[in-house]
């Protein structure tokens, strides 16, 4: 069965930058897109980025320039790299397949001083 596991998160200072991996199995990991969405305290969950089986990215508006989403075939694991991190990032982060509906259990991002 399909399963996704977050990683990486954790309190980072405004300006701070953090890399977020999600480690992914069954299921053949390089023909699918993938995503990472987040979820703050009182909001809908968003989408933060998406990337293509074949690379090609995408990012939502508030982040666009500060993060940037990757992925290694070979280790099935999409990687989130946040910078310039802003109190307002602050959100359990989660991945999923862009066109599936299994989640992960998420990591917590905190930026705060």
């Known amino acids: 069965q399909v399963q996704l596991v977050e990683s990486g998160g954790g309190l980072v200072q405004p300006g701070g930058s953090l890399r977020l991996s999600c480690a992914a199995s069954g299921f053949t990991f390089s023909v699918y897109a993938m995503a990472w969405y987040r979820q703050a305290p009182g909001k809908e969950r968003e989408l933060v980025a998406y990337i293509s089986s074949g690379g090609s990215t995408s990012y939502g508006d508030s982040v666009k320039g500060r993060f940037t989403i990757s992925r290694d075939n070979a280790k099935n694991t999409v990687y989130l790299q946040m910078n310039s991190l802003k109190p307002e990032d602050t959100a359990v982060y989660f991945c999923?397949?862009?066109?599936?509906?299994?989640w992960g259990q998420g990591t917590q991002v905190t930026v705060s001083s």
């Open positions: 999923k397949r862009l066109t599936g509906s299994t």
